[in-house]
């Protein structure tokens, strides 16, 4: 069965600062992994989405990378802003197809 | 281009109601749904899926079950709520192809008293 952990659990960083927050997974027969920002008491949002075939995504202040064969992913957010401050959550879709396996989140608190 | 549609988006209901949630999608057809509930300080949990009319299935013994009438609608019920079954329940779709991404609403938050 797929588990998907992320480290840490929550960061507080000063603004301006280039943060990594981590993904790993533990069954590599992945189709494709997902990151997904939540703002509290709202949905998810898609950020990026990484196919199993590609190392890297990246859109805007954001760059995930992705190795397959160690099973871990990396959300890099350069020059940080308050408006950065949610849950982050990685998500693993698996080679059955129809199950996406989540990470419990990274809390990220950026300060002004 | 497609839209997710979840209501109501907040809700409160005694012990033993019952309960119907829709989702709805527009802008594709023959989507796979999902339905996840994520509960106070814990991960996002996968209840049922559907990848056709009809076609429901359950990922997680409980008192709530699905329905899928119409090509782009899903329902998540239940006769009789739990205390437990208290959380954030969210839909979610995802075009046919194991490539694609998965696109969530906005979410319903669900009180049971």
């Known amino acids: 069965k797929q588990e998907v952990t992320q480290i840490p659990a929550a960061l507080s960083v000063p603004e301006g600062e280039n943060l990594v927050l981590n993904c790993s997974f533990t069954d590599s027969a992945i189709y494709n992994l997902q990151w997904f920002r939540q703002d509290p008491g709202k949905g998810l949002t898609s950020l990026l989405l990484i196919q199993s075939s590609q190392r890297e995504q990246t859109s805007g202040r954001l760059n995930a990378s992705l190795d397959k064969s160690s099973g871990r992913s990396t959300l890099y957010i350069a020059a940080s802003q308050p408006g950065d401050s949610a849950t982050y959550l990685c998500a693993v879709r698996d080679n059955a197809g129809n199950m996406l396996t989540f990470g419990g989140g990274t809390r990220l608190m950026v300060k002004p | 281009s497609q839209t997710i549609h979840q209501w109501p988006a907040t809700l409160v209901q005694p012990v033993g109601s019952p309960l119907s949630l829709e989702c709805t999608v527009e802008?594709?057809?023959?989507?796979?749904l999902y339905w996840y509930r994520q509960a106070a300080g814990r991960g996002l949990q996968l209840l049922f899926y559907?990848?056709?009319?009809?076609?429901i299935s359950s990922e997680v013994p409980q008192n709530l079950s699905a329905s899928r009438p119409q090509d782009r609608q899903f329902i998540l019920s239940s006769k009789k709520l739990l205390l437990s079954d208290s959380g954030f329940y969210l839909c979610a779709w995802t075009p046919k192809g194991q490539y694609s991404g998965y696109t969530f609403g906005s979410g319903t938050r669900l009180t049971v008293v």
């Open positions: 802008g594709t057809s023959n989507p796979n």
């Open positions: 559907s990848v056709g009319i009809g076609q």
